[in-house]
């Protein structure tokens, strides 16, 4: 090709190679998605601060490749709707890479969109198991997937609670009803009674007919799967019927919004499956990034999905400085086959299998206590227990 030409292009710059001859001081656009508003926006404003805090200590620092970072902030409201349309002004923006969503049902559209333009892809939180198996090659996730947290939930009920007939409630969101019907086939493998399996409407404020109905089925245990707004309801609406249920709640109720909405009575003794929290994990980088949260917005982050998202973009910001490149195929290319054993902020991440999920697991098992605190419990399934 004639060099006019050649500059010419670069001058245009496609999708194909965008940010491989960017000028020098040409910002790499990096797109977050979550609820900034909504019934999830708790998590998606700390997505931003948790992120927000990452992209400005690069740019103290010289940027990626001596170029800085702008992150590209924009709100899906947890639905599939918006999130398309959000997906779109990504892709309009021009970004590189995108983190998010935060729910399952938000990032899969999403996910359609950014393969089929060439974005990177990284979901800090999205575990529905169905997510990876479409096929992207340029989607990921620093979250675990929905049937490792099953098996855990299931080994907790059985080994910690004792509990042989459980319950398990979802939401029929993506997420939440994948999470229950691996819960339930663990569940049966294990020889537990499935007595109560159903679903709640999410846009509904009054839970008495289903609760009524777990109350009057004797059970040892039930397992919410669904988010932390419906399960503060839950809760706070089994204590007002005077009900005597034992809850254990999916990660997606990890959330310290579900105690204010219930109540520190009324959550009080449940029990939530999640992986571990920022302020319980010992790895240097995890201690030195709540430190840094602390210091910035004078709390430490309230949720994992705070910190994962955070490591979601670090992930990206290594791929970048590893590959001296900012193009999709070729950050995606080394995240499948060289990026290992990298010290991430949640542990050390192993790597990424063929369709983008991330090797191992780590969950722990939680209590709420009665001064409202969501506390590491002291008895946790033995490692082996949580293995298939």
Same mark, same amino acid.
């Not at 195929?329 to 063929?354: N, Q």
């Given at each position: 090709?004639?060099?006019?030409l050649?500059?010419?292009i670069?001058?245009?710059?496609?999708f194909?190679?965008?940010g491989v001859?960017?000028?020098d001081d040409?910002p790499i656009?990096?797109?977050?998605q979550?609820?900034?508003?909504?019934?999830y926006?708790?998590e998606g404003?700390g997505?931003?601060q948790?992120?927000r805090?990452?992209?400005?200590q690069?740019n103290?620092?010289?940027?990626?490749?001596?170029?800085?970072v702008?992150l590209?902030?924009?709100d899906?409201a947890?639905d599939?709707?918006?999130?398309a349309?959000v997906?779109?002004r990504?892709l309009d923006a021009g970004?590189?890479a995108?983190?998010?969503?935060?729910?399952?049902t938000?990032t899969e559209?999403?996910?359609?969109?950014?393969?089929?333009?060439?974005?990177?892809?990284i979901?800090?939180?999205?575990t529905a198991?169905?997510l990876t198996e479409?096929?992207?090659e340029r989607?990921?996730r620093?979250?675990?997937?929905?049937d490792?947290q099953a098996l855990?939930?299931?080994q907790?009920?059985q080994n910690?609670?004792?509990?042989?007939t459980?319950?398990?409630l979802?939401?029929?969101?993506? /997420?939440?009803k994948?999470?229950?019907?691996w819960?339930q086939?663990y *569940?049966? @493998? !294990?020889g537990?009674?499935? %007595?109560?399996?159903?679903?709640?409407?999410?846009?509904d404020?009054?839970?008495?007919?289903?609760?009524t109905?777990?109350?009057?089925?004797?059970?040892?245990a039930?397992?919410?799967?669904?988010?932390?707004?419906q399960?503060?309801?839950?809760?706070?609406?089994t204590a007002e019927?005077?009900?005597?249920?034992?809850?254990m709640m999916g990660n997606?109720?990890?959330?310290?919004?579900m105690?204010e909405?219930a109540?520190?009575?009324?959550a009080?003794g449940?029990f939530i499956?999640t992986?571990p929290l920022?302020?319980?994990?010992?790895?240097p980088?995890a201690?030195?990034?709540?430190e840094?949260?602390?210091?910035a /917005?004078?709390e430490?982050?309230a949720?994992?999905?705070?910190l994962l *998202?955070? @490591? !979601?973009?670090?992930?990206i %910001?290594?791929a970048i400085?590893?590959?001296?490149?900012?193009?999709p195929?070729?950050l995606?290319?080394?995240l499948h086959?060289?990026?290992k054993?990298?010290?991430?902020?949640?542990?050390?991440i192993?790597?990424?299998d063929e369709?983008?999920?991330r090797?191992?697991t780590i969950?722990?098992?939680?209590?709420?206590?009665e001064?409202g605190i969501?506390?590491?419990?002291?008895?946790q399934?033995q490692p082996?227990?949580?293995?298939e």
């Amino acid at each position: 090709m004639k060099r006019i030409l050649a500059i010419t292009i670069v001058l245009v710059v496609s999708f194909g190679s965008l940010g491989v001859n960017a000028q020098d001081d040409e910002p790499i656009l990096i797109g977050l998605q979550g609820p900034m508003t909504g019934d999830y926006a708790y998590e998606g404003q700390g997505f931003e601060q948790a992120v927000r805090l990452l992209v400005d200590q690069v740019n103290e620092n010289g940027g990626l490749l001596g170029r800085p970072v702008e992150l590209i902030v924009e709100d899906d409201a947890g639905d599939a709707t918006q999130s398309a349309l959000v997906a779109d002004r990504m892709l309009d923006a021009g970004v590189i890479a995108v983190i998010g969503a935060y729910n399952s049902t938000a990032t899969e559209p999403a996910s359609e969109i950014y393969d089929e333009a060439g974005i990177l892809h990284i979901t800090p939180s999205s575990t529905a198991t169905r997510l990876t198996e479409k096929g992207f090659e340029r989607f990921f996730r620093v979250c675990f997937l929905d049937d490792r947290q099953a098996l855990f939930a299931v080994q907790a009920m059985q080994n910690v609670l004792g509990a042989e007939t459980i319950g398990i409630l979802h939401d029929n969101s993506t /997420y939440a009803k994948g999470l229950a019907d691996w819960t339930q086939i663990y *569940a049966e @493998e !294990a020889g537990l009674e499935v %007595a109560f399996f159903d679903a709640i409407n999410p846009d509904d404020q009054d839970f008495t007919p289903i609760l009524t109905n777990i109350g009057e089925a004797d059970l040892d245990a039930v397992y919410f799967t669904g988010y932390h707004a419906q399960g503060g309801l839950l809760l706070r609406q089994t204590a007002e019927l005077g009900l005597d249920i034992q809850w254990m709640m999916g990660n997606a109720s990890n959330n310290p919004e579900m105690i204010e909405i219930a109540g520190v009575d009324a959550a009080a003794g449940t029990f939530i499956t999640t992986e571990p929290l920022p302020q319980d994990l010992e790895y240097p980088e995890a201690v030195e990034f709540v430190e840094a949260f602390t210091e910035a /917005y004078g709390e430490p982050p309230a949720s994992v999905w705070w910190l994962l *998202a955070a @490591e !979601a973009f670090n992930v990206i %910001a290594h791929a970048i400085e590893e590959t001296e490149s900012t193009d999709p195929e070729v950050l995606a290319e080394y995240l499948h086959e060289d990026f290992k054993d990298y010290p991430g902020l949640s542990g050390p991440i192993i790597g990424f299998d063929e369709k983008g999920d991330r090797l191992g697991t780590i969950h722990a098992l939680y209590q709420i206590t009665e001064e409202g605190i969501i506390s590491y419990y002291p008895e946790q399934p033995q490692p082996e227990e949580a293995e298939e």
